[in-house]
Nanobody, 113 residues
Framework: QVQLVESGGGLVQAGGSLRLSCAAS????????MGWYRQAPGKQRELVAL???????NYADSVKGRFTIFRDNVKNTVFLQMNSLKPEDTAVYYC???????WGQGTQVTVSS
C-alpha cells in the first residue's frame, strides 16, 4: 500500500522559514513526478511546486524565488523548503504522487503577520 506522510508544518512569523517533508512508503519515489499542493480555508487546492521529472521543477508564481522542492531518494522523501513566508502562505499543505489519487494527510502551515 502506497502512503505519503507529511510533516514539518507549524506556526511561524512572517519572513520566517519552514521545511516540509513528505515521506513515501510502499513505493520508491525515484524519478517519479511528485508535487506539493496547498489549500487555504474557503479556497480550492492549488499547486505549489512540482517535480515534473527527475530534475525538472515547476512553481506557482506566488512562491517562485521563495520555495524550493527537492528530494532525497535515499530517504524516499520529498521536501519543500519555504523561505520568506507570508501570511497568505497559510494553508494545509499536501504532497501528491505524480498526479495520482495518492495524497498525504496534510500538514498545517500558519504564518502570522
Amino acid at each position: 500500500q502506497v502512503q505519503l506522510v507529511e510533516s514539518g508544518g507549524g506556526l511561524v512569523q512572517a519572513g520566517g522559514s519552514l521545511r516540509l517533508s513528505c515521506a513515501a512508503s510502499g513505493i520508491s519515489i525515484g524519478i517519479r513526478p511528485m508535487g506539493w499542493y496547498r489549500q487555504a480555508p474557503g479556497k480550492q487546492r492549488e499547486l505549489v511546486a512540482l517535480y515534473t521529472s527527475a530534475f525538472s521543477t515547476n512553481y506557482a508564481d506566488s512562491v517562485k524565488g521563495r520555495f524550493t522542492i527537492f528530494r532525497d531518494n535515499v530517504k524516499n522523501t520529498v521536501f519543500l523548503q519555504m523561505n520568506s513566508l507570508k501570511p497568505e502562505d497559510t494553508a494545509v499543505y499536501y504532497c501528491n504522487l505524480g498526479g495520482s489519487s495518492v495524497w498525504g494527510q496534510g500538514t498545517q502551515v500558519t504564518v502570522s503577520s
